[in-house]
């Protein structure tokens, strides 16, 4: 009898494993090293997923994956870009991030060019961002709420899913 009441835990333990597993988000340095050549010292994340957008189960339209580097003390945020058009970037493109008291966080790109490697229903765009140290300080103090994605000719917003607005601001708070 107590044998059957310790298998059903175990087996809704394991059950609750496999459900909520997908849903933790794992976070981390992956990187920390210095480079033997330039004695640079860095740092960096896993690469996470900010939002994704799967119509009608067709395949991927919007998404945005990205990590945070930090080398020397400088922060940078490498990232691909999913969008359903192939769009150009200049040097005046970017994202803007609108944080959880109302400010917002502009971030521009560092490549300019055209996205185009085909994905899903899309087309990538990988590119990286510098952040300054305020840029930093606002996104370590506060959510980030939505996302403006400015290209040549045009934007895209997306609103962040309350699970995905604290996300930046978890992967800064690993840099110690």
Request: a neutral charge; aromatic letters at 12%.
């Amino acid at each position: 009898m107590a044998s059957i009441s310790i298998m059903k835990r175990l087996v809704i333990c394991l059950l609750c494993s496999i459900i909520l597993c997908p849903v933790i988000s794992a976070q981390k340095i992956i990187k920390n090293e210095v480079d033997k050549f330039t004695k640079s010292e860095i740092v960096e994340t896993s690469t996470e997923t900010l939002y994704v957008s799967n119509y009608m189960g067709t395949g991927y339209d919007y998404k945005f994956d990205f990590q945070i580097r930090r080398v020397n003390g400088e922060y940078a945020m490498p990232a691909k870009i999913l969008m359903t058009d192939i769009v150009k970037y200049t040097e005046e493109d970017g994202v803007t991030f609108l944080l959880s008291n109302g400010d917002t966080v502009t971030l521009l790109t560092n490549y300019t060019g055209v996205g185009g490697e085909a994905f899903g229903n899309g087309y990538w765009f990988s590119t990286s961002f510098n952040l300054t140290d305020s840029d930093v300080e606002k996104l370590k103090a506060n959510s980030i709420t939505d996302v403006r994605v400015t290209y040549m000719g045009g934007h895209y917003d997306y609103t962040l899913k309350p699970k995905k607005q604290g996300l930046i601001k978890a992967m800064l708070e690993l840099f110690k």
